[in-house]
């Protein structure tokens, strides 16, 4: 869709390549172990793979809350356009219940932390309130800032159950770290084979924590991370006529040129500077996120070509007067693209084009900068 380095889509092959090959069997049978060994290695091992399998677990609720939080952010926005999804609303019933109580549908995904329990079903009853509120709207669209408000209050605790569960996991995961160094331990001391075991088991660990620390929120600005832009430009349907819809994408300029000039900690805090002027001079309603690297994303529901023109104008103003490295501010290229202009499009095809836009900007900026010189 967008541009991607090689070094990247390398990665990307070696991760799809590392889940395919995960889980395959390369332990052997231990031979002549002494009995006192046997029985300790028997034991630590037993109590390593119990709380990979929680690990497993975990990572499963993780991305199920996730999924239910991001869902129903989708869902209500279809909602505001006038699309009813009694399916979804079912598929988060569904998936709710067997949070709580590990039945139905998606089983054992249950856990057992009583403070994880308490926010879950507050969460619940979050739900309900705003199912109720949804089939409300639907007889009086008069309540459309009454249901948004409260999709925003569900998404916070929502937010604050998948925080808990990553701590509930966070824990297992330290107690799985201090067992696997006494297994290293006893491996070294019972022998090569047992060394080969142990490093399948560490394996096996290591891309479970890979898996329960997915998150949605990117670090560095606080914005949407890559993960959520991907998933929200996802949709394969067009932009409902009716609607308009504005997608942004943004560059940074000169990110390279800091870094090596200044370091990369001064480019963190170009990076950050700009997500805060982002966050600043969006409306609440606005999507952005950090696609990557110094890609940024905007996504506006509503906004016509004059709105958009001064968004951007806006976003120019705020990081000219930002300091975040030198006196100079910060420099980016924008590009936008309106529904209305390419009717029968998805949010995907009009972000190509709001990418293309920003690319003829850049040049721009360059060929000015040049003259300049």
Known sequence: MFRKSAIQEEQNKKTAEEERTFGIA???????????????????????????????GNAKVINYIGLIRGDTQRLVKEELYGVRDDELISQMDELLYSLQTGKGEYQDIKLSDPQYQKALSAQIESWKKLKKEIYSYRSDQSER????????????????????AQNFSGAIEDRVRVIEWLMIALI???GFVIILYGIELGKATRHNMKLSSLAYIDPGTGLSSKRKCEERLSDPAPVPARVRVTCFMFDINN????????GHEAGDALIAGFGEALRQEASPHMFTGRFGGDEFIAIAVHMSQADAVSFVKRLQDNCKHRKSVGDAGISFAAGYAVSTEFTGLNISELMNIADRRMYENKEKIKQMEQAQR
């Not at 031979?31 to 109590?47: E, G, P, W, Y």
């Not at 800032?145 to 808990?164: E, G, I, P, R, V």
């Not at 990110?255 to 200044?262: A, H, R, S």
């Open 145 to 164: 800032q009454q249901l948004f408000q409260m999709s925003q209050d569900y998404f916070q605790t929502a937010d604050y159950t998948a925080q808990l």
């Open 255 to 262: 990110l390279k040129k800091v870094n090596d000039g200044l």
């Open 188 to 190: 070294i001391a019972d």
């Open 26 to 56: 390369k332990r052997r049978m231990l031979r002549k172990v002494q009995v006192v060994s046997f029985i300790v290695m028997a034991l630590v091992s037993f109590i390593f793979i119990e709380n990979v399998n929680l690990i497993q």
